[in-house]
């Protein structure tokens, strides 16, 4: 697709450049995801015009093959900070919305090729960012549940908790099947779709006290207080086929999506948090090698 080189030849925005920021306001973009040396990373915005893309003479500049020398622009048009498609290869989306251009709202969620950034605008943003900056040691930023670091300090938790008053912990592991070839297939901002979507559906299910977190790249865990194997079983059949029954779509392309599920149990067995994972996820192999799509345990 077209990337125009000249900026202001193709998308002049006169006006944008004389406006004052929403009244007092201050406002930013913070990196949330992937994960590496940006994350975290706040970018005061401007009232000018500011562009991002791959290009070094942007504003915000993001090293990725799947963002566009001039991906998009950021302006002021009357009291709100707009954000705008720069006919992009891959697209500009707005809360998992693609979006040709769009005002933005306190908390909305940018996505510029695998480059997900949080606006925050405000009185306090200083305080808006600290908490986001927290909020990204707990949660995973591209799906929104729980990363790993949250669930092995939960796991500790509840299995000594579990073994100081014999109270049945289960445990379910599973990832995606095939995933690599979603990626090769469809592209790897497909794949990214396929994780969110899929968090999106298992999070509906899941009930408050329980421990969903994507445990790493298309792989997710789920801890289960208080249940024991055979609700466990019964739980992860239940994902199983809501996985299979949803149709995951992307740019209008129907991507069929399965998982295979590990299941175990600490059966008052005095496991470690470690041992219990292991077992876990030798279920799940298990069940990738009796042809995916299934549970064990």
Do not use: W
């Not at 093959?65 to 006919?87: F, M, N, Y």
């Not at 605008?121 to 990204?136: K, L, P, Q, T």
């Not at 049945?168 to 790897?188: A, C, E, Q, T, W």
């Not at 794949?191 to 899941?206: E, F, K």
Request: hydrophobic residues 35%; negative net charge.
């Amino acid at each position: 697709m077209y990337e125009p080189d000249d900026i202001e030849s193709k998308t002049r925005v006169t006006d944008a450049l004389t406006f004052e920021p929403p009244e007092s306001h201050q406002d930013a973009l913070v990196h949330i995801y992937p994960p590496g040396t940006d994350m975290g990373r706040k970018h005061e915005l401007s009232p000018k015009m500011m562009t991002i893309g791959r290009d070094q003479a942007n504003n915000i500049v993001i090293n990725s093959d799947s963002v566009s020398r001039r991906h998009a622009r950021l302006t002021i048009e009357g009291r709100k900070r707009v954000v705008t498609d720069l006919q992009s290869t891959n697209g500009t989306y707005v809360n998992n919305r693609q979006i040709l251009s769009q005002e933005l709202e306190n908390g909305d969620q940018i996505k510029i090729g695998d480059t997900i950034f949080k606006y925050l605008m405000g009185n306090d943003v200083e305080s808006a960012y600290h908490e986001e900056i927290y909020r990204m040691t707990i949660k995973d930023g591209l799906t929104e549940i729980y990363n790993k670091r949250y669930f092995l300090e939960a796991l500790e938790r509840e299995m000594s908790r579990a073994q100081r008053y014999q109270r049945p912990l289960s445990m379910l592991m599973f990832d995606v099947d095939f995933f690599k070839r979603i990626n090769d297939k469809y592209g790897h901002l497909a794949g990214d779709y396929v994780l969110q979507a899929l968090a999106r559906v298992i999070s509906t299910r899941s009930r408050r006290e329980e421990i969903f977190a994507r445990y790493g790249g298309e792989e997710f865990a789920i801890l289960l207080p208080e249940t024991n194997a055979e609700g466990a079983l019964e739980l992860a059949d239940q994902l199983r086929q809501r996985v299979a029954g949803y149709t995951f779509i992307f740019e209008g392309e129907e991507i069929p999506v399965t998982v295979s599920i590990g299941v175990a149990d600490t059966c008052g067995d005095p496991l470690t948090p470690n041992e219990l994972i292991q077992k876990a996820d030798a279920k799940m192999y298990q069940a990738k090698g009796d042809g995916r799509n299934c549970v064990r345990g």
